[in-house]
């Protein structure tokens, strides 16, 4: 979000979001990063009226940058468009033309003035000109660059209008130069003056159609459905084998990581076939987004039902907290899965879906505050009651998933704060496009951690409910146990209960061990 956001706030501002908006997105972007426009074919039909412009940008390798990647194709780079234009006033003609720039990030600089922090312009305004802060009226601001080579570095095309009502511009550019590449279709006319943009931008990088900013994204999809094929195989096998002392907790991580293989085998072939054909399949673009909310949404729902100590201190929720829960889960599915949705086809088209994208991404964000307040306000209260009865096992089990999950809060600090220094300093970005991906696949990487911790604590066993939550006889009596020495027992009862009383199998109840585990003396009896 970062890159699409700052897509050098000269775009934000021009699409008339304001420094309310921009500092609305710096809030909502904390833990949340979206990729930018990126499709190799990216479709464009949208009106634009004057005083404005449509942006897109795009990474692109020189043969000799690429990366060389066996079973991918390595042909030269090429980068073209095909627009077309339709006057949208009745009353009058077209008098001025449409202006395409296309430049490279190392001179991208000269395009368009900047006249303070949110003031920067693209067309000369009668106001700039009569300041003498721009040549030409009525025309972009563009400076051409001062290297030897500069006709390789920045491209302007005009395209004016047949008999005042079309235009017509197709163009193939060469590439020389590794770099983010800024495609500007530039309405320097009045305000009213509307045009019907229709048409595309296609690039090819010698690997393929994709970003040369995303190339990363398909290795690591790749390798992620590799390593979540053999952990699930490997779970599946457990879990049949033990099948006859599974908790739900188990199920639910059962289900999270056919979820998150699936996730990852779908995105590969989806980049996969993106690649070869310029073209994402719309299908299969939905249920990855379907799949993608799936494994966010059981990640925090896992998380939180450890958390609240469900089938470990306790057997059940109760009814209004299974209702709290379900509405938050079905809130941030649904709108992570908007949002997800959003933002893969908006990569291939410049149709205006911002409104749908930041709404989806208000509500996943409010909904995701909430997971993460209450995973940890429940994770407290599971510690100090663990430590309150000295169940010392559960406690250590506890402990440690608090380190994790505290370690993967400040990582996400740190990635977030690194990616708003990058985001205000834009050289560096651009110069380190081919790694910018990392931001955003950081946190696929520590969902599959987190995802790998929990699977492990709870992975089945032959004492597969050492953690579980067991209850002998009728009584309200606890025990537990001890990891260091399971056979010490600590009975948590009335120190006053007669003899005859102890002596009641019905009052024990008994947490964290089954009856075959119990070895008491008579000492031990009389002691308490």
């Given amino acids: 979000l970062f890159t699409k956001q700052m897509q050098k706030t000269k775009q934000m501002k021009h699409n008339n979001t304001g420094t309310i908006s921009t500092l609305l997105q710096l809030l909502l972007v904390i833990g949340i990063f979206a990729t930018s426009l990126h499709a190799g074919i990216i479709h464009i039909d949208k009106d634009i009226s004057g005083q404005s412009y449509i942006l897109a940008e795009s990474g692109m390798f020189l043969q000799e940058d690429a ?17 077309t234009g339709e006057f949208q006033q009745d009353t009058e003609l077209a008098s001025d033309p449409i202006y395409i720039v296309v430049a ?3 001179v991208d600089k000269f395009v368009g003035k900047s006249f303070g ?8 305004t009668q106001e700039l000109f009569e300041q003498d802060l721009c040549m030409e009226l009525g025309a972009p601001i563009v400076e051409y660059p001062t290297k030897s080579d500069g006709g390789n570095y920045m491209f302007v095309y005009e395209a004016n209008a047949d008999s005042g009502r079309y235009f017509r511009l197709t163009v193939e550019l060469p590439i020389r130069h590794t770099g983010k590449y800024f495609f500007y279709l530039i309405n320097c006319n009045e305000v009213d003056h509307i045009w019907k943009i229709d048409g595309d931008l296609t690039y090819k990088n010698p690997f393929g159609y994709l970003d040369g900013g995303i190339i990363g994204y398909l290795i690591v999809y790749q390798l992620f459905s590799l390593i979540y094929a053999i952990f699930t195989f490997a779970w599946i096998v457990r879990t049949f084998r033990y099948r006859k002392d599974i908790m739900g907790i188990q199920h639910l ?7 998150s293989f699936i996730q990852n085998l779908m995105w590969t072939n989806d980049k996969l076939i993106y690649n070869a054909r310029g073209e994402s399949i719309v299908l299969l673009n939905a249920f990855g987004a379907i799949f993608n909310a799936s494994q966010y949404t059981l990640v925090r729902v896992v998380c939180l039902l450890v958390c609240l100590g469900y089938s470990i201190t306790k057997p059940v929720l109760l009814g209004s907290t299974k209702t709290r829960i379900y509405v938050l889960t079905i809130t941030y599915f649904i ?3 908007v949002e997800q949705y959003v933002n893969e086809i908006s990569s ?3 149709k205006d879906l911002s409104w749908l994208y930041f709404l989806a991404l208000l509500i996943s964000s409010t909904a995701n505050a909430i997971f993460v307040l209450w995973i940890g306000y429940a994770d407290y209260l599971t510690l100090r009651k663990l430590a309150r009865e000295k169940s010392i096992m559960k406690y250590k089990m506890y402990r440690n998933l608090t380190i994790v999950l505290l370690a993967v809060v400040l990582l996400s600090l740190l990635f977030f704060i690194a990616a708003l220094v990058f985001t205000f300093a ?3 970005v651009f110069e380190a496009f081919a790694w910018m991906w990392t931001f955003s696949f950081y946190f696929e990487a520590m969902y599959m951690l987190i995802i790998f911790y929990i699977a492990r604590i709870w992975i089945p066993s032959e004492n597969n409910l050492k953690y579980a939550y067991n209850e002998v006889g009728n009584g309200s009596s606890e025990y537990n146990i001890d990891d260091s020495s399971e056979e010490q027992l600590t009975v948590l009862g009335d120190r006053k209960s007669t003899k005859s009383n102890r002596k009641n199998d019905g009052n024990i109840a008994l947490e964290g061990t089954t009856l075959s585990e119990i070895t008491t003396t008579s000492s031990d009896t009389s002691s308490y």
């Fill in 67 to 83: 990366p060389r990647l066996p079973w991918l194709d390595n042909s030269p780079p090429t980068y073209g468009f095909n627009i």
């Fill in 253 to 259: 991580i059962t289900a999270l990581l056919v979820i």
């Fill in 104 to 106: 490279h990030h190392d």
């Fill in 426 to 428: 834009p050289t560096i």
């Fill in 335 to 337: 709108s992570s899965t």
């Fill in 348 to 350: 291939e088209s410049l």
């Fill in 117 to 124: 922090w949110f003031d920067w312009e693209i067309c000369c």
